[in-house]
């Protein structure tokens, strides 16, 4: 069946340090989707990419979207403390079915 | 706007027992879902409703039910709470596909 498979599980960063979770699909995605998970709450929707390709940043938060429509990633610059949470991608397959990746649980160290 | 309301908050029940988690959104979104999350599985999908007066099953479907009682409201129901569903329970809904979901703030479920 269609995957989204999402590394890594967990990291573990100094406050400071750069933060990188990759997402692959087993097909191509019409979309893909990013979601940040505080502890204790629920998923919020960070953004959306569309189309191949595509980069879109948010501050210290930059997102890619490959070529191919496979991969994507999230990609934090200087990490802070309330970068802490869980990351989830979630893409769009071409029968309209959103697949979540696993998740990707950030720690930072003070 | 409440967005998506999830009752009740936490839950405590017994091998057998059953329930009925509730979930309601007012921004008169088409579609509702339900999630499961366990560590390290990620989100995973139980029954959805595409729109009201359907619905349809997810990846781990088994020992549940649902009920799209009207556009706003989606329940899920237990019928015989089992060990293995201890978990933590999402509600979310979108207006249309692709579309971002809006999540509730879950119900932390627990069977002994």
């Known amino acids: 069946g269609q995957q989204v498979m999402q590394i890594p599980q967990y990291q573990h960063v100094q406050e400071g340090e750069d933060f990188t979770t990759y997402c692959n699909s087993s097909?191509?995605?019409?979309?893909i989707q990013w979601y940040k998970q505080r502890p204790g709450g629920h998923p919020v929707f960070l953004i959306q990419?569309?189309?191949?390709?595509e980069v879109k940043k948010q501050k210290r938060l930059t997102f890619q979207f490959g070529e191919a429509k496979k991969n994507s990633s999230l990609h934090i610059t200087a990490t802070q403390t309330t970068d802490v949470g869980t990351y989830f991608c979630?893409?769009?397959?071409?029968?309209?079915?959103?697949?979540f990746g696993q998740g990707t649980t950030l720690q930072v160290k003070p | 706007n409440a967005g998506v309301t999830q009752t009740p908050k936490f839950q405590v029940l017994k091998t057998g027992q059953s329930m009925t988690l509730q979930c309601a959104q007012d921004m008169n979104h088409n579609s509702m879902y339900w999630y499961r999350q366990d560590p390290g599985m990620g989100l995973r999908l139980i029954y959805y409703?595409?729109?009201?007066?359907?619905?349809d099953k997810g990846e781990v479907p088994n020992g549940y039910n649902v009920s799209r009682l009207n556009k706003r409201e989606f329940s899920l129901r237990l019928e015989s709470a089992a060990p293995s569903q201890t978990s933590v329970y999402f509600c979310a809904s979108l207006r249309l596909g692709g579309s971002p979901l809006h999540f509730g703030n879950g119900t932390r479920l627990t069977v002994t």
């Open positions: 409703s595409a729109s009201e007066g359907t619905t």
């Open positions: 097909t191509t995605l019409s979309n």
């Open positions: 990419l569309v189309k191949s390709g």
């Open positions: 979630a893409g769009t397959s071409n029968t309209g079915k959103l697949i």
